[in-house]
Structure formats: C-alpha cells, structure tokens
C-alpha cells in the first residue's frame, strides 16, 4: 500500500484528546486545516513524553535566545482565537488514519516553526526508526507531519499535560491507576483500596 503523507504547515488546530472514560481511554494526535481532519492513535506515555519533550524543546530554544520563543516569555500569554478551542473535544469525525509507532520533534529556525512528526507502526506493530525511514520510500510507513508556531507548541505542550492528568487517580500507597470500585493493591497485601 502506498504511503500516505498529511502535511499541516501550519494547522488552524493541532491538539492531543481522548475518547472515553478513564481508564478505557484512547489518546490521539489530531491536525485540522480547513475541513481537512486527520486523527493518529497512540498511547498515553506517548502523549506524556511528546509533551515533556516539546517543553524541554520550547525552554532550550528560550534560553538560546531564539527570537520566536523568547517574545513568548516576555509577554503574558494574549487569548487567541487557537486558545479558545483549547479545552474543546476532538473534531469529528473521529477517523483513525494510523496508530503512531514513532514520534519526531524539530526546530526550523529558517522558517521559526516547530516540527512534530508521527510515523506508523510496521505490520507487526513495531515502531519505524525515522533515521532509517527513506522520505522518497513510496512504500514507507504514512505519516503526520505538522509544523506550527512556538505559541501553538506552547499551547500544545498545555492542553496534552491536561489530558494525560485527567485519568484515574493514583493508588496512595501503590501510584496503581485507581479504578472507580478502587483495585487489589500489592501494599495491602491484595486488599482492595477504594
């Protein structure tokens, strides 16, 4: 099958959300433009670390005085009109283009933009090393790339920290995902924790 390429440069939206209650949740990545949507599965540690990573990748740059992220940090944060779809719920409809199995951040200082790219898993299931992925391969892995603003990583970077605290809350004397009826922790010696 052919690889297919969603290129957002930049979207109107790019956001990570969730379907479902917590702890049956699932996470996705999801570029808008226009009416064009695309939705990428991936897992919650996922969205956790791109975000970390994001953050950690907005701060460096801050702090190597790139111009684009430094207006960030010297005026308070103006509502836009991005910001304001912040906390909505994910575009429907809600089409899986692909499961993620790779993850890829960047900085293009030509262009001031930040670079998020997702590959697809391999048929087994196995993540695709981008170094190794062949941009010209037609039949490589599909793939989501999205380049946006350092005030839209920002956003990004704010909205998928929520996202991942809003699930189950941790067990106090385990950090297990407490389930609503509680769970057998292994600090209780298999009783339940509520």
């Known amino acids: 099958m052919p690889r297919r390429r969603y290129i957002f440069d930049p979207p109107d939206r790019f956001v990570a959300g969730t379907v ?3 702890g049956d949740r699932a996470f996705f990545l999801q570029a808008r433009e226009g009416r064009r949507v ?86 087994d299931g196995e993540a695709i090393d981008p170094d190794e992925d062949d941009e010209e391969d037609e039949d490589g892995p599909d793939l989501l790339r999205v380049r946006m603003t350092a005030a839209a990583a920002r956003e990004f970077v704010a909205r998928a920290a929520r996202v991942v605290a809003a699930g189950r809350p941790p067990c106090p004397l385990c950090g297990a995902p407490l389930d609503p009826l509680g769970h057998i922790c292994p600090r209780r010696n298999g009783h339940y924790v509520n």
């Not at 207006?71 to 991005?82: F, G, K, R, V």
């Open 20 to 22: 479902g209650e917590p």
């Open 38 to 123: 695309v939705s990428v599965a991936l897992e919650k540690v996922q969205v956790a670390v791109l975000a970390e990573r994001l953050g950690a990748l907005l701060e460096e740059l801050g702090r190597r005085g790139v111009p684009e992220v430094e207006a960030l940090e010297e005026e308070p944060a103006a509502p836009t009109p991005e910001s304001e779809d912040d906390s909505a719920l994910l575009d429907e409809p809600l089409n899986e283009a692909f499961r993620a199995g790779s993850l890829t951040l960047g900085w293009d200082g030509g262009a001031g933009r930040v670079l998020v790219e997702a590959r697809a898993q391999d048929e």
